[in-house]
């Protein structure tokens, strides 16, 4: 705990008005946040998409050490993330707060700070919310509302044989940069070990990417737990074997430059979770549209792998062999 | 904490697809809890009302002695109450669940069975949710979605001068409940003592009452931090001054056993807060309709003041004297 006498806080009705309603202000139904509840308009044509996630202090972050606006923005994030995986546009966004008595006005101001500006970046509104304190840890909860086409939210369940494996971005980025972070700093360039910290802190959620693959992708997720056990979650709900070849798994110059690219980094990579990119199965005739959706919204993406008839989840080796996968993600617990 | 030695827990896929998934059965978009998110039609011409509240181990209720279907109810109902206030009428839920290490299996079967009871109850599904390991108190965060015919949502602001003040059910029952479980059992009938306390465990959410005031209510809000701090949200909001007169208070026989009926006593319980019943005000011309409206609901609705032109809220003896109110209500922090 970064204080041993509990700083100032304000009452929760005055935090309330001075930090979190101007967040809600574009937001017609969520009354200033002087109600209890937010009422939301979804358009005609579309369903809504709701997803809730929760990061708590010493788990999924560290209050004493880690700015609060960065910790704002993770907890948004890894929702938004959700829902882009879903192919859905974000509308709005309901924080449930626990704080505990280290959480002062100095560290709201910083959490809301942060909050405003990601709700700039990706078009969002604070909607609603609910603060308690706690005797225990500080636990942020974010529900996040987003709407899609009627029927064509992207599902785990659709992948099929014949189909091919796609992933954006870089993957094992985060990883690194929470085994920096735990660890010692590496011999590599400061450049590096920031980008590899910031991609564990700072998720970027693939918002522009997801909702342009409605009516290619057969299924897609985030990758959070690990991109081979988030593989494999698609391969069960789904009833299909996923081939991924481990060269083909995208790595950043930055990752390499820390782990290398031998088959141990890879697989180090493809396990470790918190990537926040988009692993989705379309069908090979998708292929042009897909390039096309990845240049618009100005993220790459790659093809790893296949779906075939069958089970699990299998990496191959450059001939073609299967490599042992050990533990294929971050066990919850 | 209950146990010493952790307890065994179900790894949390086993624990969702043992416990969670059977309580979206009927929920078409929650697709069994195998996906990130939920999907959900807004029926043409309604709105969707969220909502989210928190609560945590030793602040809101009592982990260690607390059964732990009486927490899942409350942690629900404590939301369903608040859609009810809004007029809407619930759809389902998102659960979000921080676990220390002493909650074990036996102690997730038996929340699981207190939310299944109370789904029936309520005609509500889990649509989603998210569980993580906390090394702080048990959190249980839950986000409930209603829908309510578009525009037509009932608010804190809408008060008039000229306006009736109207409570449903009873007042007081669950401070008095609460009073006993941290103090002495009072010298009254066990029958007493059982309902006072039940009704501290187990708000009833006026959920087929609140719809039903959709058209004559002009404010409307569950109690939940007393009720004279309730009624002031509504003046503030609204702009207006709300005059009660203190023995229009409803009080329980069980209440009033007790506390007696003492302006001290009728103080005590319009300060409690806790009761999730429904305060809302309404034009006279709206009597009728408001008893019919109770009627059909099964739930009694009393009126106990009048909305003025002013601010704040005052409470009024038999005489017309107003009563000083120290502390309106329950203080967050």
């Known amino acids: ?3 041993e006498t509990p700083p100032h806080r304000l009452s929760e009705f005055a935090m309330i008005a001075k930090l979190f309603a ?17 009422s939301l308009n979804v358009p005609a044509g579309q369903e809504l998409v709701v997803t809730v996630d929760t990061i708590v202090d010493n788990v999924h972050f560290f209050g004493g050490d880690d700015p609060a606006d960065d910790i704002a923005k993770k907890a948004l994030r890894v929702n938004l993330s959700d829902l882009a995986a879903k192919g859905a546009r974000p509308i709005g966004y ?9 959480v002062g006005d100095t560290w709201l101001e910083q959490f809301a700070a942060g909050l405003k500006e990601d709700q700039r970046r990706y078009a969002v509104d604070l909607l609603g919310g609910d603060t308690t304190s ?5 636990t942020i909860s974010i529900t996040a509302l987003g ?12 992948a099929r044989p014949g189909d091919i494996v796609f992933v954006s971005g870089t993957i094992g980025d985060a990883g690194a940069g929470l085994a920096i972070l735990v660890c010692e700093a590496p011999d590599i360039p400061d450049e590096a070990i920031d980008h590899l910290i910031a991609r564990y802190h700072l998720p970027e959620p693939r918002t522009e990417l997801g909702p342009r693959l409605l009516g290619l992708a057969t299924a897609a997720l985030d990758v959070s737990d690990g991109l081979l056990a988030d593989l494999a979650h698609i391969a069960e709900v789904s009833g299909v074997r996923i081939v991924v070849e481990a060269e083909r798994i995208p790595l950043s110059d930055e990752y390499v430059s820390f782990a290398g690219s031998s088959i141990s980094a890879i697989l180090d990579a493809a396990t470790a979770g918190d990537d926040y990119e988009i692993a989705f199965t379309a069908p090979p005739s998708a292929r042009a549209a897909i390039a096309a959706a990845a240049q618009s919204a100005g993220v790459p993406v790659r093809e790893i792998g296949r779906v075939e008839e069958g089970s699990g989840v299998v990496l191959l080796d450059l001939d073609g062999k299967p490599i042992p996968v050990g533990q294929p993600g971050y066990v919850h617990f």
Request: aromatic share 4%.
């Open 94 to 102: 309901l924080l449930a707060l626990s704080l505990p008595e280290w």
């Open 134 to 138: 706690t005797e225990g840890s500080l």
């Open 147 to 158: 709407s899609v086409e009627t029927g064509r939210t992207l599902r785990r369940g659709g």
């Open 22 to 38: 101007p967040l809600s202000a574009n937001a017609k139904g969520a009354y200033g946040l002087q109600d209890d509840a937010a």
């Open 1 to 3: 705990m970064p204080s």
